[in-house]
């Protein structure tokens, strides 16, 4: 079956333009989220989606960045006026289903450089 | 504020002998943990998880080991083999909120 996918899967941007990211979750899972890996840096929480609940946004870094969720499938990761500093791979992730405590499925990431 | 942390950025294991990756949590309400790998240019993919409920849970090489009082957890690899090299990744969650990371363990496995 069709794993999380991403698109872009590069995307090269000059500093103060918009990006999009998109995520194609896995069929049916109720969980999204974004994550984003700075050069050898972990894997930093950005945003969570769980159902109809109101979003986790507690992990976003400034208001530049937001992401939304349409009809409980696909996911959009929007970035404004970028900076130098947002350029790390960005990864989402999509879990749940019938049960509580399931495994994540994660995409192969989106890598963002802003030059 | 870091609730998952895995202290060691790096280690290097000899390939037959048993890798342990460790974590360390602050959260004492998370009630399930999991590992995952991550190769380069790749998404991590999951390996093992565990309930609080446990103490141990076992897959093939792979066993993860649950210390609730130390909120501790560690994952062990035995017998380590090459393709096991990638980097490790640790995450807690409490029921249905956001899964959480640790910042990740490069295991590089050498011949």
């Known amino acids: 079956g069709a794993g999380v996918s991403q698109s872009p899967s590069n995307k090269v941007t000059e500093k103060g333009k918009d990006v999009e990211l998109r995520c194609d979750p896995i069929s049916g899972h109720t969980a999204l989220y974004w994550y984003r890996q700075s050069l050898g840096q972990g894997l930093e929480f950005l945003i969570y989606?769980?159902?109809?609940?109101?979003?986790?946004k507690s992990g976003l870094p400034s208001d530049r960045f937001s992401a939304e969720r349409t009809g409980g499938s696909v996911s959009t990761l929007t970035i404004q006026r970028t900076q130098q500093e947002d350029s790390a791979v960005y990864l989402c992730?999509?879990?749940?289903?019938?049960?509580?405590?399931?495994?994540?499925?994660f995409g192969p990431g989106t890598r963002l450089t802003v030059l | 504020d870091q609730q998952v942390k895995q202290n060691s950025p790096s280690l290097s294991v000899q390939e037959g002998r048993i890798s342990i990756l460790n974590c360390d949590y602050t959260n004492s309400m998370f009630d399930y943990f999991l590992w995952y790998k991550k190769y380069p240019a790749e998404g991590p993919t999951f390996l093992i998880s565990?309930?609080?409920?446990?103490d141990k849970n076992e897959d093939g090489r792979f066993t993860v080991f649950l210390n609730k009082s130390a909120k501790h957890l560690s994952l062990h690899i035995v017998p380590s083999q090459p393709g096991d090299s990638a980097v490790y990744f640790c995450g807690a969650k409490v029921g249905a909120q956001k899964l959480v990371f640790g910042q990740g363990t490069r295991l590089t496995i050498n011949p």
């Open positions: 989606f769980q159902g109809n609940s109101a979003p986790d």
């Open positions: 565990i309930s609080s409920i446990k």
């Open positions: 992730a999509s879990g749940g289903g019938a049960g509580l405590h399931n495994e994540q499925f």
